[in-house]
C-alpha cells in the first residue's frame, strides 16, 4: 500500500492549499495540529451540541471545513481552545497523517492502548506513523511525544493486546477508554480495536464508533478470525511481507472485516445514525 497517497478519510480536497505553508517535518507539522484541534473530554471545556457534534466529521476536509467556519487564517496562526476543532486522539492523527502524506511523507495511524498516560490503566488511543527512509516511527501528536514505541511502556497495538490477552498475561479489564467507564473496556472492546486497526492499516481511517460487519458490543464465540488477523498484524509489523499480502487479501474480502459502503455510527453525542461513506470524487 502507498501510504503518501490520500485516503477517501485523509484527503483534504478543496483544503489541500492549507497544508503548503506547514513546515516538512512530523514535529512541525504535529504542532500545527495541536493548534487546531482540541480533545472533547479531555480539554475539560463543556462544548454545545452543535460544535460536540464536530466529533463525527469522519472525513478531514469536513474536519477543517469546522475550522474554516470560525477562521480564515492560515493553521498555524494561534487559536483559542475554545474555538478549535472539537474531535479526539483519531482526529489529531488523521490531520497529522494527512500533513504529511501532503507532503510526499509515508504516513498512517496506529490503534492501540497507552502505557504512558495512566500507570494503572490503559487507554485506547490513536497515533501517527510515518517512514523515514529507513523505519516506521510513531508519534503522538495530541501529546507530543515522538519516536514512540510501539509495545509495552508506550502504546501497545490492539493486536498485541488481543493475543497478550489470550494467552492470558494482562488483565483485559484495564484496557478501555476510561476507569470510571465500565461499558467501554474488557475483551470485546479490544477485539474490535483489531479491526479499527486492520481498517486503518488499510486506509479506511474510521471513527472509534463506527459500527460494521464483525465490529459489534459482544464478544462471540469463535474468536479465530481475530485471533490470526492479531497475530498477522504482530507478524506484518515485523517486516513479514506475507502477513501483510494476507491482511490485504483479508480486508479486501471478508465483509466481516471491511465496511462496505454504509455505517452505523454511535456517537458519544448519543446519536446513532447510518452512515453512507460514498463520496463523490472532487
Known sequence: MDYTRQTRFSDPRAHAALFDPLPADPGGIGEVIRNIVVHYRASGIPFPPDRLAEIDSRWADRLLDADRRRFDAPLAEPRAPERRIVGCCRDFTLLTVSALRHKGIPARSRIGFTDYLDPAWHHDHVVAEYWDGARWIATDTQIDIADLRLAPGGLRTAGQVWSAHRRGEIDVETFGVDPGIDDLRGAWFVRNYVIYELAHRRGDELLLW?????????????????????????????????????????????????????????????????IDLHREPT
Open 210 to 274: 463506527d459500527l460494521w460487519g464483525d465490529v459489534s458490543l459482544d464478544l462471540p464465540d469463535d474468536l479465530s478470525l481475530i485471533d490470526e488477523i492479531a497475530d498477522l498484524l504482530q507478524s506484518a509489523d515485523a517486516g513479514d511481507n506475507s502477513a501483510e499480502r494476507k491482511l490485504a487479501d483479508h480486508y479486501a474480502t471478508n465483509p466481516r472485516l471491511h465496511p462496505g459502503r454504509r455505517v452505523k455510527c454511535s456517537s458519544p453525542t448519543g446519536t446513532i445514525t447510518e
